[in-house]
C-alpha cells in the first residue's frame, strides 16, 4: 500500500466523526426545550399553580352525604379527604378537582424544562393521533382490544369546538372534551409528556364525568404514547 493512501486513511476517519458530532449537535439544537406548564383555567382567580403542593390554595364546597358541607381549600385536603363523605350527585364535580390535582402533583414533580416534540397547537389533528385507549372509561370491555390510534378506531369522530387547550368532539353518543391541564416531564426521561383531562357526557341519556390520560411523545414523528391513565 502507498504512503499515500495510508495518510488518506485516518484523514477521512477524522472527516466521518466530525461529520458524525456535526449531525448529532444539529438533531440536538433542533429538540426544542420547553418549560413545564399548568392550565389554571379551572381554578378561577390563580394566575400560577406555584412550585409545591401548599402554593395551591383554593376554596370549594360540596354536598356530603349527611347534607353537610365538604370544603377543601388544597390539593393535600382532597387526597386527604376522599369519596366516602361526598353525595353522589356530586360525584361528577368532585372527580373534575381530582383530576385537576392528579395533574398538578405531575407538574411538581416535572422537572423546569424537558425536551419537547409536541406541536405548538392542540387540535383535531393531534388528536387524532392519540391512541385509541384515550378515550373515557366507562366500565365493562370498553378498552379491552383497542389498538391503533383514535382515529382508525372512532369512525364516528367529529370535531364539536374547538379552545386554546381544548378540542370537543363526539363519537358513539358521547360527547368528549379533552383538556390539556399539563405539560411537563412528568415521569423523568428527558421528554416532555401531556396530561389530558376527558370531561365526558352520553348523548340523549344520564350519565357525566371526569377522566384523564397522561401521553409521551419521542420524536418529532412519532405517534403519541400512553404513559398512564385514571
Same mark, same amino acid.
Given at each position: 500500500m502507498k504512503l499515500k493512501t495510508l495518510f488518506c486513511i485516518p484523514i477521512a476517519a477524522i472527516v466521518l466523526v466530525l461529520y458524525a458530532c456535526q449531525t448529532t449537535n444539529t438533531q440536538t439544537e433542533a429538540a426544542k426545550q420547553e418549560a413545564r406548564w399548568y392550565n389554571v383555567n379551572d381554578f378561577?382567580?390563580?394566575?400560577? $399553580?406555584?412550585?409545591?403542593?401548599?402554593?395551591?390554595?383554593?376554596?370549594?364546597?360540596?354536598?356530603? $352525604?349527611?347534607?353537610?358541607? %365538604?370544603? %377543601?381549600?388544597?390539593?393535600?385536603?382532597?387526597? =386527604?379527604?376522599?369519596?366516602?363523605?361526598?353525595?353522589?350527585?356530586?360525584?361528577?364535580?368532585?372527580?373534575?378537582?381530582?383530576?385537576?390535582?392528579?395533574?398538578?402533583?405531575?407538574?411538581?414533580?416535572? #422537572?423546569?424544562?424537558? /425536551?419537547?416534540?409536541?406541536?405548538?397547537? =392542540?387540535?383535531?389533528?393531534?388528536?387524532?393521533?392519540? #391512541?385509541s385507549t384515550s378515550i373515557p372509561y366507562l366500565g365493562g370491555q370498553g378498552l379491552h382490544g383497542r389498538s391503533g390510534n383514535l382515529a382508525e378506531h372512532e369512525s364516528t369522530l367529529t370535531l364539536i369546538?374547538?379552545?386554546?387547550?381544548?378540542?370537543? %368532539?363526539?363519537?358513539?353518543?358521547?360527547? /368528549?372534551?379533552? /383538556?390539556? /391541564?399539563a405539560r411537563g416531564d412528568f415521569n423523568r426521561d428527558g421528554y416532555q409528556d401531556l396530561f389530558v383531562r376527558m370531561d365526558w357526557y352520553i348523548e340523549d341519556a344520564f350519565g357525566d364525568g371526569h377522566d384523564w390520560v397522561a401521553l409521551t411523545k419521542l420524536s418529532p414523528n412519532a405517534a403519541p404514547m400512553m404513559l398512564w391513565r385514571k
Amino acid at each position: 500500500m502507498k504512503l499515500k493512501t495510508l495518510f488518506c486513511i485516518p484523514i477521512a476517519a477524522i472527516v466521518l466523526v466530525l461529520y458524525a458530532c456535526q449531525t448529532t449537535n444539529t438533531q440536538t439544537e433542533a429538540a426544542k426545550q420547553e418549560a413545564r406548564w399548568y392550565n389554571v383555567n379551572d381554578f378561577k382567580g390563580i394566575d400560577s $399553580i406555584g412550585a409545591n403542593p401548599y402554593d395551591l390554595e383554593f376554596d370549594i364546597a360540596y354536598s356530603g $352525604i349527611d347534607g353537610d358541607i %365538604v370544603r %377543601v381549600k388544597n390539593c393535600l385536603e382532597v387526597s =386527604f379527604q376522599g369519596d366516602s363523605k361526598i353525595a353522589e350527585r356530586e360525584f361528577a364535580r368532585w372527580d373534575l378537582l381530582k383530576s385537576d390535582c392528579e395533574a398538578a402533583k405531575r407538574f411538581y414533580g416535572a #422537572p423546569e424544562n424537558a /425536551v419537547s416534540y409536541w406541536p405548538p397547537t =392542540f387540535d383535531l389533528s393531534l388528536l387524532k393521533t392519540f #391512541p385509541s385507549t384515550s378515550i373515557p372509561y366507562l366500565g365493562g370491555q370498553g378498552l379491552h382490544g383497542r389498538s391503533g390510534n383514535l382515529a382508525e378506531h372512532e369512525s364516528t369522530l367529529t370535531l364539536i369546538e374547538s379552545g386554546e387547550h381544548s378540542v370537543k %368532539v363526539s363519537y358513539d353518543g358521547i360527547v /368528549v372534551n379533552y /383538556v390539556v /391541564v399539563a405539560r411537563g416531564d412528568f415521569n423523568r426521561d428527558g421528554y416532555q409528556d401531556l396530561f389530558v383531562r376527558m370531561d365526558w357526557y352520553i348523548e340523549d341519556a344520564f350519565g357525566d364525568g371526569h377522566d384523564w390520560v397522561a401521553l409521551t411523545k419521542l420524536s418529532p414523528n412519532a405517534a403519541p404514547m400512553m404513559l398512564w391513565r385514571k
